[in-house]
């Protein structure tokens, strides 16, 4: 049966809009545009089944259903939120969960603009049917996104649920893990795509090598996952869900033995900690990680892309800071002769490198802006 194309949101983080347009189109997305922290595109309900499977970049689908404007006063909020036929999309039995951001120019007040919102949802259920969903912050079957700007409200249904940077195989965080997602992000950034060695030589708990794995393989990094919150929702096809998994499943490459992805850490307990995590996510045969110093790592044959972040330590003195810089370039440019090296630090490096990177962006890790930057190393 063919399927509607509806509009849905993509959000990730700030400085990655590029990447994920990028494989939205790859996926098959249609009219593909890039927002703030978002890509807008447009597909059917099997695409967004697929998208929440694989797309690495994106931290949640958003479905919008309701755009509300000329929100002038507290009744306006309410009669127009209560206006949105909700029952057509979940039942009254769901738990469900509200997610706030931005502010509204007529109503400071966010909070209460969330209850406003939730006693609207609830009264049009209670008022059909005689029973109401309940709101649950821990366990939501249904998200309701609420966008705020002026006097408008941009309502979506979160298709996601649990943010997509959550694959479920980083049971064992290390100290200052990075994102999935923007570990995802930072390898297509480099635009490394299987065509090299990878290496991570300051791993941690080996969320690179590991989102490295995921791309060289074509594992969807979210295809182990048993629950998306579209799941939940009037009309969900369990069929076509498991046809797109299976077919997606099809497509996972055996590990080559032509490019290495590996991971060095200094530190044994966050190798054992990156060995279990591999295993989780099914990689553990596409990836080598190694208790080793980065003092002592050498260049391997054939070409290599080395992708890291340093220890960052604010607390530490600036003149041993950019020593500890000095030294990590020193050893790149005698060890790593023809590679490239992409290093994601709170202060860009050029005056390490002395020459132009081949491509730097501004990110945010945590709440850190940081550089992320490439060398060519000769
Ligand atoms: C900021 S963490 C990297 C986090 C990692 N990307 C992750 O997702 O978990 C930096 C790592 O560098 C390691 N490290 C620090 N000095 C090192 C050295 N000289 N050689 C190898 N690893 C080192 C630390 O043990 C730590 O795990």
Known sequence: MKQENFKMIATTFKGLERVLKREVLELGGQKPRELIRAVEFYGDKGFMYKANMKLATAIRILKPIAHLRNIKSVAALYNKVYDVPWEKFFHSRKRIYFHVSGELDTIPNTRFISQKVKDAVVDRFRDRYGNRPDVDKDKPEIIINLHLF???????????????????????????????????????????????????PMTGSGTIPIEGALLAANIPPNIYRDEFAFMHWHGFDKDLYNLIRKSLLDRIKEPTDLIEIIGYDNNPAMIEKALKNAKNAGVEDFVRLEVKDFFDTRKIPGPVTLLFNPPYDKRLPVKNREEFYRKIVRHLNENFRWSNAWLLTPEPLQKYFAKKPIASYKLINGKIPVFFAGYELA
Request: glycine share 10%; no cysteine; proline share 4%.
């Open 150 to 200: 002026r006097n408008q409200i941009s309502i979506s249904l979160d298709s996601s649920g649990n943010p997509l940077f959550k694959r479920g195989y980083r049971e064992e965080t290390g100290f200052a893990p990075l994102n999935e997602v923007l570990a995802a992000g930072l390898i297509r950034l480099a635009r490394w795509n299987g065509d090299t060695h990878l290496i991570d």
